[in-house]
């Protein structure tokens, strides 16, 4: 028997977590026992800024990584994820992310050192607020809110006072007014608690994109048997399909949660729509660019994502990819 250890910086009851339980019973049952996944949670293990460069060393065999959020190393990642206007549904995401990677080994080389097991995507974000109602873009100026890099530039263009940090952060950030808000998705109401100390909901519809969330040290990797590989390749849109499934219930989820605590839903109109989605495609063309100052040809990742996007939610790689 070969035992992996596996980290999140997530309590086991959350939706992550669940998915990720899925994935281990599966790897489990289908190498018949030849592999067994011992499970650290709540960041006892692994952080969350560091986890690339932790799995990277050995520190855990496999585990819940955050590119989107490293302090280095990962431009392309962290950028590609704003070139997702048009991919709402997560299988969408996934599959947008594929021809991305494919398209540009950059985002190999930054991944370098580990193997990827599952790539995930995510509902649609909103805007939750602590204090202030938000009823249209006007009303963010000024606001101080947490965003992920692809919005920063956004939200900036609108007035608001934005700021990136780890999502495990924020409800202590808001809870202390350091910051007003968050760009964040309904099932956030109940799977990190928002609900507790926010009253307003904004349903501006948020571009989402996927990034690689679950990897194993390339090391490690290398050690096991060809089945055992076979197992966790095999394992791989397993945990996707996992993380989707408990993704869309956690919003369900999230909706009562705010419900019960009288969280207020406020509409975006459709031309707070449109000109949300115009200064996202701007600025996502404006960050591609930016990536030559680090060497990378930016503009051309993000026309590989504007060409593979066929219509809404209709991903083609196209040939050559």
Request: with cysteine; net charge neutral; charged share 20%.
């Amino acid at each position: 028997m070969t035992e992996l250890v596996f980290a999140s910086p997530y309590s086991p009851n959350h939706p992550f977590s669940k998915a990720d339980q899925e994935w281990m019973a599966f790897v489990e049952k289908r190498s018949e026992g030849r592999l067994k996944i011992k499970p650290v949670w709540s960041g006892a293990l692994l952080s969350s800024d560091m986890s690339m460069e932790e799995l990277r060393h050995g520190v855990a065999d496999i585990g819940l990584i955050t590119p989107i959020y490293v302090r280095g190393g990962t431009h392309l990642i962290r950028i590609q994820s704003g070139f997702y206007q048009g991919a709402d549904s997560v299988e969408s995401q996934v599959a947008l992310y594929r021809c991305i990677d494919a398209a540009n080994p950059q985002v190999g080389r930054e991944l370098a050192g580990l193997k990827v097991l599952a790539v995930q995507g995510g509902t649609l974000p909103g805007l939750i607020t602590v204090n202030r109602p938000v009823r249209s873009l006007a009303d963010i100026k000024g606001l101080r809110i947490r965003a992920p890099t692809e919005l920063l530039s956004v939200l900036d263009s609108l007035g608001a006072d934005p700021v990136n940090m780890p999502m495990g952060e924020v409800y202590s950030a808001m809870a202390k007014g350091v910051i007003d808000g968050v760009i964040a998705p309904e099932d956030t109401f109940k799977s990190l608690h928002f609900a507790e100390i926010s009253k307003h909901f904004y349903q501006i519809a948020v571009p989402r994109g996927a990034y690689p969330a679950r990897a194993m040290s390339a090391k490690r990797w290398n050690t096991l048997a060809a089945q055992d590989r076979a197992v966790l390749e095999e394992g791989i849109a397993v945990w996707e399909a996992a993380l989707a499934r408990q993704v869309r219930a956690a919003v369900d989820k999230g909706k009562d949660e705010a419900a019960a605590y009288k969280v207020t839903f406020n509409p975006a109109t459709t031309a707070d729509q449109q000109r949300f989605d115009a200064i996202y495609l701007r600025d996502s063309q404006a960050n591609a660019r930016g990536l030559s100052a680090f060497g990378i040809d930016g503009e051309a990742a993000f026309q590989s994502a504007r060409t593979a996007v066929q219509g809404r939610d209709r991903i083609s790689c196209g040939s050559g990819t």
